[in-house]
């Protein structure tokens, strides 16, 4: 029995991975007929989706560190 026979492994990896209810049945579903290369494909869309949401998320914390920089240096000259 080899990872792609596991369903419960794989269905508990995508959802810990962000993955909705849906886009795991999708997954599973190309997986079980058989086009592991369309599910592969799913994944990659899926990790391009958060990483996008990961870059958004540092751009907000790097604003809000200069936001702090700028306050404290202006704090510090008072």
Do not use: F, P, W
Not at 7 to 19: M, P, S, V, W
Not at 38 to 63: M, V
């Amino acid at each position: 029995m080899g990872y792609l026979d596991d369903e419960t492994a794989i269905r508990q990896n995508l959802k810990d991975a962000g993955c909705c209810r849906e886009q795991i049945d999708a997954l599973l579903k190309e997986i079980k007929k058989g086009n592991v290369n369309q599910g592969l494909k799913t994944l990659s869309e899926h990790r391009c989706c958060l990483l996008d949401a990961l870059h958004k998320e540092q751009r907000c914390i790097d604003c809000l560190d200069y936001l702090v920089y700028r306050i404290k240096k202006e704090n510090d000259r008072l």
